[in-house]
């Protein structure tokens, strides 16, 4: 009866180290969060910027062609004097090169949106399982040595026996 005790008690010892553990490992999971998040946000935010540079220009475009016809020939016929080869074959490519910009900045933003989203959920399960652990740990701690002292008295009087 004494064993069967005994390797319960170490089972309940072992199941108190992995908690203790897991709660460690929560903590610098959600740390690791913590710096990723910081890490990341400079990049983030220069990405942003971009992507605003890119969606004023492409409002710039639309109200452009808004204009009377007038308006448009002055500064067409200028870009032509200035570089005409460069008008011929650049001005196309620059207006389909900032919509592909667009675009790609566009999904990236949201991808890193996402995972910023997921990581701050990620970190506040962590600290809630962290703070929801702490009692239950100090409560388990307590009744393990509460049992391993009665366990101690029952083997002292069995060998006293």
Do not use: C
């Amino acid at each position: 009866m004494l064993k069967k005790e005994l390797r319960q008690f170490k089972r309940a010892e072992k199941m108190l180290a992995d908690v203790k553990q897991t709660r460690v490992k929560a903590l610098v999971r959600a740390r690791k969060g913590e710096l990723w998040i910081e890490e990341n946000t400079k990049q983030y935010s220069l990405a942003s910027k971009d992507f605003n540079h890119i969606k004023q220009d492409l409002k710039e475009f639309i109200e452009i062609k808004k204009y009377p016809v007038w308006m448009h020939i002055i500064p067409q016929l200028k870009m032509f004097l200035d570089q005409p080869f460069r008008y011929i074959t650049g001005r196309h490519q620059f207006i389909k090169n900032t919509i592909k910009s667009y675009w790609k900045y566009k999904t990236i933003l949201k991808e890193w949106d996402y995972d910023f989203e997921m990581t701050e959920k990620a970190i506040d399960r962590d600290y809630e399982f962290v703070n929801g652990s702490q009692k239950h740990i100090k409560k388990i701690e307590y009744l393990v040595n509460r049992w391993g002292s009665y366990l101690t008295k029952k083997l002292k009087k069995k060998e006293e026996h």
